[in-house]
């Protein structure tokens, strides 16, 4: 890391994603603040200014200038779902799923999730954090600068709790800024299969108020899906954290329609996410809200899936929708956003205009961050990722490499 001072960036395309803090709905969605020769001031970690290369010349006529010709600049991409404190990888499982073996019935014969929650009790938090640092890294190098994480691999107080001090931990160094989320109700865990009842009581009366005084989570998310959460119990869990002052998100229509879009609605969710399945109803229910539409096409891809969720009829009907990668040893292995956003503009009929707001601004929005994260707006914080292209409709098109070539975090290089 090098020291922060003024600087300008200056690039042949800049974004700023403008908008202010809070979701773009719509039409708004597609307006990324698209400056030709741009650059961006950056001043004591912080966007001072953001404009033309010869304006901020004549602006800051002595600030170092850093050449970014041939790249783009834009927001480090928020990142607002994954699942990135894990032990293994599960070669096995993928291996049955290449064979044709559904994702959702490995997890029936005990596989699946309560794979990796066995992995993962029977590790240290030092282990943990070793594993999970290095693939954070690599999440960084993709040009993400925040990052929600989920617990959700432990099941028991105990675990879970290690899983979230390592998220805290992990925050701590400051090249990267995680969000943490309590994810108690991510599977039924084996050994409570015949009193899942049990265990529902076990997350929302004690895993929840222990997690919320510990301050170490800021949401309560759900796998609600038949094969994991039911409606009913997914209702009892974000009660739960309401009441702690959690506030709820929502793993919703992965792959059946059980009214998840809609329970999200209800709970003024900060987001509903996958809707690979989502109802004409959750459809409406969303598109009416506040509550952020969080696709992860990168999922519904590696599990060989044949529908994505329906990205045009959300943002037409006024919704917000946001891009995350969902990265997890299960159902989606990469840390690639910019591959998520070529899978939205090629399956999903968004545009690479809309996929970059819903990359950084929406993540922002999903996450409710209200400090400038997820624009270069003035006051944002710097956290800044150039691309080694000219135009950013390059960044989906050329699908499958990783074209970040820098990324400031509050000003300082981290990459
Ligand atoms: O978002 N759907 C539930 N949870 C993750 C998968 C986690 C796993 O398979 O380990 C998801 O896809
Ligand atoms: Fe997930």
Redesign the pocket.
């Known amino acids: 890391m090098t020291k922060s001072r003024r600087f300008v960036l200056e690039a042949s395309q800049v974004l700023t994603c403008p908008g202010g803090t809070g979701a773009r709905h719509g039409r708004a969605m597609s307006d990324v603040g698209l400056v030709e020769e741009g650059a961006v001031a950056v001043s004591d970690g912080f966007v001072e200014a953001v404009g033309q290369r010869a304006e901020l010349r004549s602006r800051y006529p002595d600030a170092e200038r850093v050449d970014l010709s041939g790249h783009v600049v834009t927001p480090g991409l928020v990142d607002s779902h994954t699942?990135a404190v894990f032990g293994r990888w599960r070669l096995d499982e993928y291996e049955l799923r290449c064979a044709g073996v559904p994702y959702m019935e490995i997890a029936r014969e005990g596989g699946?999730?309560n794979a990796?929650v066995n992995d993962l009790r029977e590790r240290s938090e030092e282990d943990l954090a070793e594993l999970s640092r290095a693939r954070l890294r690599r999440v960084l190098e993709h040009g993400t600068t925040t990052v929600e994480v989920k617990s959700g691999y432990g099941l028991t107080l105990d675990d879970e709790l290690k899983m979230l001090r390592v998220i805290r931990e992990l925050s701590k160094e400051a090249w990267i800024d995680l969000v943490p989320t309590f994810l108690g109700a991510?599977a039924i865990p084996t050994e409570y299969r015949d009193r899942r009842a049990e265990y529902v009581d076990l997350v929302a009366e004690t895993m929840i108020p222990a997690v919320a005084k510990a301050g170490l989570a800021v949401f309560c998310d759900v796998?609600m899906?038949p094969g994991?959460y039911t409606p009913a119990e997914t209702k009892r869990v974000l009660e739960a954290a309401v009441e702690h002052g959690l506030v709820p998100r929502i793993?919703a229509d992965?792959f059946e329609s059980s009214g998840g879009a809609e329970l999200a609605a209800e709970f003024a969710a900060a987001s509903a996410d996958?809707l690979g399945a989502i109802s004409e109803a959750g459809i409406r229910a969303l598109a009416g809200s506040n509550t952020v539409a969080t696709l992860?096409p990168g999922?519904l891809l590696f599990l060989g899936k044949s529908y994505y969720p329906p990205a045009s009829a959300l943002i037409d009907g006024g919704g917000a929708v946001a891009l995350a990668t969902?990265f997890?040893?299960?159902?989606?292995p990469t840390v690639n956003l910019q591959i998520v956003m070529s899978l939205a503009c090629s399956q999903l009929g968004m545009s690479p205009a809309e996929a970059f707001v819903a990359a950084t601004a929406n993540g922002a929005a999903a996450l409710r961050l209200e400090d400038g994260r997820g624009t270069l707006e003035p006051g944002a914080p710097a956290d800044i990722a150039a691309f080694s292209v000219a135009d950013f409709r390059l960044v989906p098109y050329l699908y499958g490499s990783n074209h970040c070539a820098a990324v400031w975090k509050r000003g300082l290089r981290v990459r």
């Open positions: 699942h699946g999730i990796s991510h796998f899906e994991a793993h992965e996958h992860l999922t969902d997890n040893p299960g159902s989606s």
